[in-house]
């Protein structure tokens, strides 16, 4: 039986995985349309930002909380 409070937790966990991957998106369109505009037209990813790391967190959280919810924890 899925308990309220899990099922609570993961539509918090899905908005904010949402929410980091949009954040994710939108800065690669913008390096995107930067490298374009500089003649660049290859993408290279010096490193990864933030937002790169806050949505694998975010995906990890998500994976883990949707664990609980099929154990019906």
């Not at 980091?20 to 930067?34: W, Y």
């Amino acid at each position: 039986m899925i308990n309220d409070k899990t099922l609570d937790e993961a539509l918090i966990e899905i908005m904010r995985c949402k929410k980091a991957l949009e954040a994710l998106r939108a800065e690669r369109k913008a390096e995107d349309v930067a490298s374009t505009e500089a003649g660049f037209n290859g993408r290279y990813w010096a490193r990864p930002s933030v937002k790169h790391a806050a949505a694998k967190r975010a995906s990890l959280d998500l994976t883990r909380k949707l664990a609980d919810l099929r154990a019906g924890r």
